[in-house]
């Protein structure tokens, strides 16, 4: 197995922003081009750039570099994960533990009552969803959690669970019509 080894780098931060993300970039356009981390939106959109920062999984491109005393920040792939290359790690696990959750309404049978009609939201309840559908599927909280890194294959991870909650709260509003794809039973069986 290849050891892996940590590098310097040293980034004056007044040529460029202070998010950890603008210094990785610059060290990929001027220092390194084979340096590789995965990033798109740059505003907490597309969740590909977690990363471990100064021991704690962030986002780079909200995350300030250099937030220590030391003038120095340390930045890791996401933990246990496997690494493909520098900073990417492989979210595969991550995504299908998410994809096992079936997490989208299902139509109970093809013909239904609604007949191909808008479904409105009421503000009440869409309110219900608050602190539930801003999640982008970085992977930070779940790859957090001492179960997640000792269970990685029974144990799904706060962020499925989350989206599964989700799932049973907006399923709620159409009982008769709509299967969120979630039972009760199979949440508390991977969340025990
Ligand atoms: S809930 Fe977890 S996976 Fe979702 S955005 Fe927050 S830290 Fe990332
Ligand atoms: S680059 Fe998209 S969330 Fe950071």
């Not at 990929?28 to 704690?56: H, L, Q, V, W, Y």
């Not at 309110?127 to 179960?147: H, W």
């Not at 709260?169 to 199979?186: H, K, Q, T």
Request: hydrophobic share 35%; with cysteine.
């Amino acid at each position: 197995m290849k050891k892996l080894k940590l590098k310097e780098y040293k980034i004056d931060l007044k040529e460029y922003g202070p998010m950890v993300l603008e210094s990785l970039i610059k060290i990929k356009n001027e220092m390194n081009p084979t340096f590789t981390f995965r990033r798109s939106c740059r505003e907490r959109i597309c969740s590909s750039c977690a990363m471990n920062i100064d021991g704690c999984n962030g986002l780079a491109c909200l995350t300030k570099i250099a937030s220590s005393e030391a003038g120095t920040s340390m930045i890791m792939p996401l933990p246990y994960m496997f690494m493909i290359k520098d900073l990417l790690v492989d979210m595969m696990n991550f995504y299908n533990q998410y994809k096992s959750i079936e997490p989208w309404l299902k139509w109970k049978s093809l013909t239904t009552e609604l007949d191909g009609k808008e479904i409105k939201q009421s503000k009440k309840d869409r309110a219900k969803l608050d602190g539930m559908y801003e999640c982008i599927l970085c992977a930070c909280c779940s790859i957090s959690c001492l179960r997640y890194w000792w269970n990685p294959e029974s144990y799904l991870g706060l962020a499925a669970l989350l989206h599964a909650n989700r799932r049973c709260v907006e399923a709620d509003r159409f009982p008769n019509l709509i299967d969120s794809g979630v039972s009760i039973e199979y949440l508390g069986h991977h969340a025990d």
